[in-house]
């Protein structure tokens, strides 16, 4: 197939591959992630233990027969002791109340690493999405001026063909054109993986080619501007960092009241001897050794560790937020102050050594020169573009938006 071929035959099957904008590509991978999948189990299961960490014990029924002799076999009944009563564990100390604070912090601790996973989810999207449409681009590039330079093929080997021209000089161009051949079948491959590498960070198992309805190039926006203030009520690490503190309280308070022996109340029925008595009483642990002093411990040791996570947490969203700040800035100023220079004087460069070469005015070493540095300014600009997407997608997610 020839090169023109094969650019025809690459035009219709991206004209017939459907479109995928970056907001559609974060909703599908928030809906059907598997790992979400498992986190809304872990959710579930947070839930489950709530519910019994809210349950009351059950009572014991006791039913019991003593002094049973062999030789009495006349009065059976009246020679042996019967009993039968009903034993109820009675919770001191607010135990109950401690188990469910404990297990409703673990179900909230549950849900919020579930929310932390669907911002990383969708972060890595969103920056795989810019990878995925960058890479597209770069190829689409160097198609375009693969496209371009067959064109001065073809020139040059008519004028080669009328004798006004040496056949070294149409080997300088074509050598040229199969350089670009080369890179963009490596752009090709290049923009697969990162097709793929994007549908894998959505959770798919299928992987198809898409056009990216989102152009890599925008227009002008205003700077951003991060609060590293608002980023620190804002990010899900923190407020998870601050469950865990919760969590580890709760736990202290359950501990605590572990401490205290529950009381075992009993009530029945006896007959001894032929009488009907009633039987009640009431029986605790003494807590002489065992005063949970271990768990306590513990307990205490692991709020030392939350509250010492939270300062290092919130110290960490600080210097991301400064750090991707002053990324997004800088990368804003190349792609809006100093590229859009570069281009157009590569442009200009390109368009004034066509013209010398035509006229002749400059040699074929020139013209390929300028076209080089042309080609090479144009796939430096997008590189810079892709990595402002990304700087905005790390800022973005280093304040806690939403996705």
Known sequence: MS???LLLFVAFALHGQESLSINQAVKTALASHPLLVGADGRVESAAGQRRQAGLTPNPRLVVQSENLRSYETTRLWDAMDQYAYLQQTIETAGRRQRRVEVAESGMRRAELEKELLRRQIAARVRQSYWSAAGARRLYELLVENQRTFRLIVEYHEIRVREGAMAEGDLLRVRLEAERIALAANGALLDARRAGIQLFREMGQTQFPEVQFADPVEIPEDKPPIADAGQAVSQRVEVQLA???LQQSRSSLSLQQALAKPNVEAVAGYKRTNGYDTLVGGVQFDLPFQNRNQGNIAAATAEIRVAESTIAATEALVRSEVEAAQADTLMRRRQVYEMLGRLRQQAEETARIA???YRLGGADLLRLLDAERLRIDTELL???????????LVA?????GVEP
């Open 3 to 5: 090169r023109i071929g």
């Open 242 to 244: 601050r469950q865990i």
């Open 354 to 356: 066509q013209g010398a």
């Open 381 to 391: 600009s997008i590189r810079a573009w892709i990595e402002y997407r990304q700087s």
């Open 395 to 399: 800022l973005e997610t280093a304040m």
